[in-house]
């Protein structure tokens, strides 16, 4: 009881703190509706985005190498989905590659979602490609 009344209130911690670009993410894709990418830049940063999507990527640290976040986030700076990038093994080739990708609390993304996901022109989250076959997979 006392690990989850310290969870709320770390949790309401970072949500009033709020998230600055530059500071904490950058923008790498904006859409016509307000929607955008964003990858997280600062432990901070995955600290909000961990509260607001409830999972652990509040517990990373993009400033380590190996791994990259990114978030779909709406007009109202709300998140949506949570995407890990980290590199892999392709012969003798480390290549960027889809770690995660999660919804709110785990789930998969909603279908509403999944069209960001597939968009063309965002084949690339930092050299990661993007496509619907990784939904399948986690």
């Not at 960001?116 to 076959?133: C, G, M, V």
Request: net charge positive.
């Amino acid at each position: 009881a006392r690990h989850d009344k310290w969870r709320t209130e770390r949790k309401k911690e970072q949500l009033k703190r709020g998230s600055q670009e530059g500071e904490d993410f950058v923008t790498v894709k904006n859409y016509p509706n307000g929607f955008t990418w964003r990858q997280m830049i600062s432990k901070a940063g995955c600290e909000r985005e961990g509260a607001l999507q409830d999972h652990c990527v509040g517990q990373y640290n993009p400033t380590k190498p190996g791994s990259r976040i990114f978030s779909l986030v709406d007009n109202k700076g709300d998140s949506h989905i949570t995407i890990q990038v980290g590199q892999r093994l392709w012969g003798t080739d480390r290549i960027d590659s889809i770690q995660q990708i999660k919804g709110k609390k785990n789930s998969r993304p909603k279908p509403e979602y999944i069209p960001y996901i597939e968009d063309p022109d965002q084949h690339r989250l930092d050299n990661a490609t993007l496509a619907s076959k990784h939904l399948v997979q986690l």
